[in-house]
Antibody, heavy 121, light 106 residues
Framework: QVQLRQSGPGLVKPSQTLSLTCAVS??????????WNWIRQSPSRGLEWLGR?????????DYAVSVKGRITINPDTSKNQFSLQLNSVTPEDTAVYYC???????????WGQGTLVTVSS | SYELTQPPSVSVSPGQTASITCSGD??????ACWYQQKPGQSPVLVIY???KRPSGIPERFSGSNSGNTATLTISGTQAMDEADYYC?????????FGGGTKLTVL
């Protein structure tokens, strides 16, 4: 049974970098049939897909247009985990952030436990 | 950009059937899935590929998708089904979510 466990700070200052990690158990990050995603949820923006990393003989990333240029998702195969970095954050980036697995443009299952990240000085 | 539209709220009496719609341009040409989210919890997949149920999801949850509308149907709704429900599909390599529907069982 696949489980995703998130970690990272809950408070980030404006203009700084938001960093979160998602540890995967019960599956391999390098699976050729899975993608590893970051999704956020806020009252103003609802559920918003941010991007994904996946392995198909080599590593690929896809990012949402809304955060492209500010986002990096990196795999760490040595620890079977992946990370999210979002640069130059503003209060609008305040949200609950989730990691989730999908089977290549399919459904998200399972989800991590969620991390509330507040952007405030 | 692609949009999915859901009614903000739906009410149903216990034991009755609840239907939640999700509308998008030619949504029937894509696969739709549905998530249930209870307060303070992460979303849980309840329907995938339009009408399939993951293991552990009760049979009272069903789905359909045709034309511009996907529908989540909950038959014999129970109090425990009160939650927010979100539809989701992929468009040009981007995952899109509906705005969510609050299901009230009263």
């Amino acid at each position: 049974q696949v489980q995703l466990r998130q970690s990272g700070p809950g408070l980030v200052k404006p203009s700084q970098t938001l960093s979160l990690t998602c540890a995967v158990s019960g599956d391999s990050l390098s699976s050729n049939s899975a993608s590893w995603n970051w999704i956020r949820q806020s009252p103003s923006r609802g559920l918003e897909w941010l991007g994904r990393t996946y392995y198909r003989s080599k590593w690929y990333n896809d990012y949402a247009v809304s955060v492209k240029g500010r986002i990096t998702i990196n795999p760490d195969t040595s620890k079977n985990q992946f990370s999210l970095q979002l640069n130059s954050v503003t209060p609008e980036d305040t949200a609950v952030y989730y990691c989730a697995k999908d089977r290549s443009l399919s459904w998200f299952d399972p989800w991590g436990q969620g991390t509330l990240v507040t952007v405030s000085s | 950009s692609y949009e999915l539209t859901q009614p903000p709220s739906v009410s149903v009496s216990p034991g009755q059937t609840a239907s939640i719609t999700c509308s998008g341009d030619k949504l029937g040409d894509k696969y739709a899935c549905w998530y249930q989210q209870k307060p303070g919890q992460s979303p849980v997949l309840v329907i995938y590929q339009d009408k399939k149920r993951p293991s552990g999801i009760p049979e009272r949850f069903s789905g359909s998708n045709s034309g511009n509308t996907a529908t989540l149907t909950i038959s014999g709704t129970q109090a425990m089904d009160e939650a927010d429900y979100y539809c989701q599909a992929w468009d040009n390599g981007t995952a899109v979510f509906g705005g969510g529907t609050k299901l009230t069982v009263l």
